[in-house]
C-alpha cells in the first residue's frame, strides 16, 4: 500500500522535515503516527496525500511512485485516499448533506448515487439525523464526524488523519478513534497522525514514531489482535 524508501523532505530555507525515512503499510492496516509538534508528521501525510513530494527518495501507493507521478494524474489518485483535518475545513454556507456530498458532486457522481452515498456515510459516523443542519449548530465533535463521513463518502482505500481528535474532550476522541476502527475493520488502509499516546495505548494498534524528521520506531511488522488479512468487503 504505502512504501517510503530513505524519503528526506527538505523546504526551502533548509528546514528538513523529513530525514532519511523507510516504511512500508501494509494493506488493510491501521497505524498511527506520533512525535513532538514538529516532528514530521504532517509532511509525512501530505506525501502520501500528494500535497508535497520528497526532497530525496522514493515515496509509493500501490507501487505507484509519487515523485514521478504527473501532475494529471494526481486528481484520479487522490479519489482513493480520504484526508481529515483536525480544523473539519467543512462548508459553514451549506447543510451537512451539501458538505459530504461534496466529493461525489466533484467527481460527477449521478443525484440517486450521490443521495445514496451521503446519507450511508452519515449512517456511518452517526448523523443521518443531521443532514439538514447547518455547521454551525452541530459541537465540536459533530463537525469532526461530518469531517469523516466527507472523506470516505467516496469509499476510499486510504484514509489518512492529521491529529483529527486535538480539539475534542477524551470522551469524544475516543468516540472518534473507534470510527476509524471500524472503518478499518471493513477493509480500509488507516494512518492516523496523533498525540493522544494513552488513547493510542488503549487501542493496541501499531505505531511509527518520528523525532526531528528521523524515524525513531517502527513496528508496522508487528502483528496486532485486531488485524483482518486485508479482508475488504467493500460494507461501509
Known amino acids: 500500500m504505502i512504501e517510503f524508501h530513505n524519503v528526506t523532505k527538505r523546504y526551502e530555507g533548509g528546514f528538513e522535515a523529513l530525514n ?11 497505524a498511527f503516527i506520533t512525535g513532538h509538534s514538529g516532528a514530521g508528521k504532517s509532511t509525512l501525510l501530505k506525501i502520501i496525500a500528494l500535497i508535497e513530494k520528497p526532497t530525496r527518495g522514493q515515496a509509493l501507493l500501490n507501487r505507484v511512485n509519487l515523485n514521478t507521478l504527473p501532475r494529471q494524474r494526481i486528481p484520479q489518485l487522490r479519489r482513493n485516499i480520504g484526508i481529515i483535518f483536525q480544523d473539519h475545513q ?5 447543510p451537512v448533506f451539501d458538505n459530504v456530498a461534496l466529493p461525489l458532486h466533484i467527481q460527477g457522481y449521478r443525484p440517486q448515487e450521490i443521495a445514496k452515498r451521503t446519507r450511508a456515510a452519515l449512517d456511518k459516523v452517526g448523523l443521518l439525523h443531521k443532514e439538514k443542519s ?4 452541530l459541537s465540536g465533535g459533530e463537525q469532526q464526524r461530518v469531517g469523516i463521513a466527507r472523506a470516505v463518502v467516496h469509499k476510499p482505500m486510504l484514509l489518512l488523519a492529521d491529529e483529527p481528535t486535538g480539539n475534542l474532550d477524551p ?10 476502527v471500524d472503518f478499518n475493520q471493513v477493509g480500509v488502509t488507516v494512518l492516523v497522525a496523533s498525540h493522544d499516546l494513552r488513547l493510542i495505548d488503549e487501542l493496541d494498534k501499531p505505531r511509527l514514531t518520528l523525532n526531528g524528521g528521523k524515524l525513531i520506531l517502527n513496528d508496522l511488522n508487528h502483528s496486532d489482535a485486531d488485524q483482518r488479512n486485508g479482508i475488504i468487503d467493500g460494507s461501509y
Open 90 to 94: 467543512l462548508l459553514f454556507d451549506r
Open 20 to 30: 532519511n525515512v523507510s516504511l512500508q503499510l501494509d494493506d488493510g492496516q491501521m
Open 171 to 180: 470522551v469524544l476522541s475516543r468516540e472518534i478513534m473507534q470510527i476509524f
Open 134 to 137: 447547518m455547521p454551525i449548530t
